[in-house]
């Protein structure tokens, strides 16, 4: 088997003319996965009384321990969720929050999942400390941040009060992968509850909870490991588990065991859940296993960096452990006037919108690919997503779609609009 755009064609149902290499945003589902996604979806509709009763939950069951061979830990210790937002929605609506506890946070932390700690911590009296990090950011920096956040929380709070910290495995937009498992070392030398968004993990890097030792932790399975998308897990330690409920909380509120609640919220299509065995037999059988998989897509990342070079990936730098990362982010090199009107312009969230949206539609409508593209720590970035159904120069390719883009946007009303806008000094502008 030959990895690649060909593969891409066998195995995947992209259209032809599409050049997909932004794998992280929604994942893409094999056609064999999709085939019996399809034969689930009829079975249950067929004869919804019969799917109930005799397959529902226990298919559900099935998938778990499948899942909980994958990441080292006892499948009841794990829960089903359609997606790593309700993964982390679950943990902080249910947690047992006290007035006067400390949730630490970093200032890179996915959008939703900062909209949901900033609904728990107002729900639930608690304070919120972020750890500022910029990328690039050597990992020691990003330990340093952490750890000196937990020292000043530990030295103020309140005796018998809670501390809870929750990062990511790997950040989204830049794409970079964070030290979890060192950061989840000192959540435990600090006594403080861990709470892990591993968005993007299982699939892409080995992940062993148990080895990693951490109290919460979220992963979807939809990005990294080929199923449709709503199909996410969470992982609980047993100390928590009679605390954590479902969303919404259903039947099996009461004297159940923890994965159990989770089996069946409500009626609902579970269908993805069911693909896990499927999923797996596509990495198995069709791709040779994850190490395959995983050499293909660190040498197509190796290849990204060797194109635009070091000093342009944007990364937690010197890491202590193997980095292994399907999403590479490069810097964008700009010409000062552009440089500075994007850095002007980005403070505005509507910009940011209208910005992403025409270049984004006409990428996908001229080109027919999807470039992410951002801002951090003031520069330009892009993101891209290495996978078993890319070429390399497909990357490369994309990009320079991207640059065209860009062009075209410097010579729209759009630009023009902002320019002037970012460029005057009224008030009225400047609100
Ligand atoms: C770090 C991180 N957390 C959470 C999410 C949310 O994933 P989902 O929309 O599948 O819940 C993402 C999505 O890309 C992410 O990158």
Known sequence: MTFGKKFREDKFLFPKDATPINHGSYGAVPKRVYETYKKWLHKDFQFPDEFMHFFQAQEMEKSLKVVSKLVNTDYKNLAFVPNATSGVNVVFRSFPFQKGDTIVISSVIYDACGNTIDFAARRNGVNLKIVDITFPMSEKTVLSRFEATFK??????????????????ICSMPGCRMPFERI???????????????????????????????????????????LPRGCAILYVTPKFHDAIMPFPISHSYKDQEFYKRFLFTASNNYSSFYCIPEALKFVNEDCGGFDKIRSYCRKQGNGIIAHFGTDHLVSVTEPSADDLNFMVTVKVDLPKDKQEFFARSFKNKQFENEVRDFVLSDLLRKSRTFVQFGWHNNFLFVRFSCQIYTDLQEYFWGYDQFLKELDRFYASDLFQKWNNRSACTSRCCKL
Not at 152 to 169: F, H, N
Not at 185 to 202: N, Q
């Open 152 to 169: 000043q929380v530990l030295e103020t709070k309140k005796t018998g009060s809670q501390v809870v910290c929750i990062y990511d495995a």
């Open 184 to 226: 989840t070392e000192l959540c435990r030398r600090y006594g403080i509850v861990s709470c892990i968004d591993g968005a993007h993990s299982i699939g892409m890097i080995p992940i062993d909870i148990q080895a990693i030792g951490c109290d919460f932790y979220t992963s979807n399975l939809h990005k990294w490991l080929y």
